[in-house]
């Protein structure tokens, strides 16, 4: 079994972004400018956030974090949309997830400009993905392609099962893997909470991705030896031994399943930091665009 490192392949990468954005001061070009807007105080997005504002600071890129709070009306929001779509200083910027209940994230998601949307949520985004076109791609899946890439995973002709068909990974994780181009060219299978005999389906699958936030969910009788493992999950658990009172957990029970894979995610230091490497990678194409 091997790790697929997402903390150090993301420091690689990182050391890529930084030196991109280096020449791009050398040339007299322009900084790129990666906005955040933050709604309410939920304390995983508050952390998921400033992690993404940080590392764009270490990087050498400007960013934005603009900060609101949860009784903020939808038309009020609106006005913040239309005012950084204006803003010719950023060049792309995300609305954290999940908003507020009295907020329709679709409106939001499809006022944001395509060409700043560094998220990949907007719908023209979305559709160009669908058909191949040069799109921005979301983070989260983008960061698991160049996870595959850079450890060179087989993917072609490969049974992928992915867990969960949320806007964010599940959906797209399913269009990319089945692109004709590496990573890609599997034979992709979606399950999610309808689904019937789940165990069964990942019995057969040479690569699963889960993606449900349920922790723990994947065991090792779900496991075919030398299947690869990606654990999207990231689930806070009450954890009374930790400073801050709780631990993170994935959708795989690492313990029972990582010694029958060829290689597996860890979680923390798996799928995360390859996040923001989607971003900033975004954020560089959408400063590049201009
Ligand atoms: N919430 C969970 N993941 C994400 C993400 O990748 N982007 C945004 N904007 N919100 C999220």
Do not use: W
């Not at 004709?180 to 599997?186: I, L, M, R, T």
């Amino acid at each position: 079994m091997q790790l697929l490192d997402g903390k150090k392949t993301s420091e690689e990468i990182q050391l890529e972004i930084a030196a991109e954005v280096q020449k791009r001061k050398s040339a007299g070009l322009k900084i790129p400018h990666l906005a955040a807007v933050l709604v309410g105080n939920d304390g995983a997005s508050q952390t998921y956030v400033g992690s993404k504002v940080r590392t764009c600071e270490k990087l050498g890129l400007k960013s934005s974090l603009f900060e609101y709070p949860a009784e903020i009306t939808e038309s009020e929001l609106l006005s913040v949309i239309k005012k950084l779509n204006e803003d010719i200083e950023i060049d792309g910027y995300i609305v954290q997830l999940p908003l507020p209940k009295h907020i329709n994230e679709e409106k939001i998601i499809t006022a944001i400009n395509p060409l700043k949307d560094v998220d990949g949520f907007h719908p023209e985004n979305v559709g160009k993905m669908c058909i191949g076109l040069p799109s921005f791609l979301p983070a989260t899946p983008f960061g698991i392609m160049k996870l595959l890439e850079k450890y060179k995973i087989e993917t072609d002709g490969k049974h992928c099962v992915i867990l969960g068909r949320s806007n964010i990974v599940g959906t797209p994780m399913s269009v990319l893997l089945s692109r004709k181009s590496y990573p890609g060219n599997c034979t992709v299978t979606m399950a999610h909470s309808r689904t019937k005999n789940i165990p069964e389906l990942c019995k057969t699958a040479d690569i699963i991705i889960a993606a449900l936030g349920i922790p723990g969910f994947v065991k090792a009788d779900m496991i075919k030896k030398g299947a690869v493992v990606i654990d999207v999950g990231i689930t806070r658990v009450e954890d009374s031994t930790k400073k801050n009172g709780y631990r993170i957990e994935g959708d795989v029970d690492f313990h029972s399943v990582a010694s029958l894979c060829s290689y597996i995610t860890p979680v923390p230091g798996g799928v995360g930091p390859m996040t923001i490497c989607g971003l900033l990678l975004n954020t560089l194409k959408a400063a590049e665009n201009k």
